[in-house]
């Protein structure tokens, strides 16, 4: 099985967008907490508005929804930092730099 690899388009702005993953629709919302110095993600059924995941920390390293597996979102969201894939995205760089993917397996 080969390995689909999609960028999600962010800004280094806040942004609440629907987007189809996996053949889902989906609505995301990023926004930067200032608190934590970091980006975080919402992730809302595109439907229905329901909550499905909040405030998902915007990490590098880790499939961001590798505890979520029971959703069923049926894929993977990674954070790359050019020129150092572990740097955690910043206020500025977020979408420069810094891009949030999803990955899922084709047959």
């Known amino acids: 099985m080969a390995l689909n690899t999609f960028k999600i388009p962010l800004l280094n702005v806040p942004q609440d ?3 189809t993953l996996s053949n889902r629709e989906l609505r995301m919302v990023s ?19 329901e909550s499905i995941v909040a405030n998902i920390p915007m990490i590098t ?8 597996e029971y ?12 020129g150092d894939e572990l740097a955690v995205p910043t206020l500025e760089n977020l979408g420069v730099e810094s891009n949030l993917y999803f990955q899922n397996e084709s047959d």
């Open 17 to 19: 967008f629907t987007i």
């Open 31 to 49: 926004k930067w907490n200032d608190e934590g110095q970091i980006w975080v993600i919402d992730i809302y059924d595109g439907v229905t508005e």
């Open 61 to 68: 390293g880790a499939d961001l929804l590798e505890q979520y």
């Open 71 to 82: 959703l069923g979102l049926n894929g993977r969201l990674v954070v790359f930092t050019d």
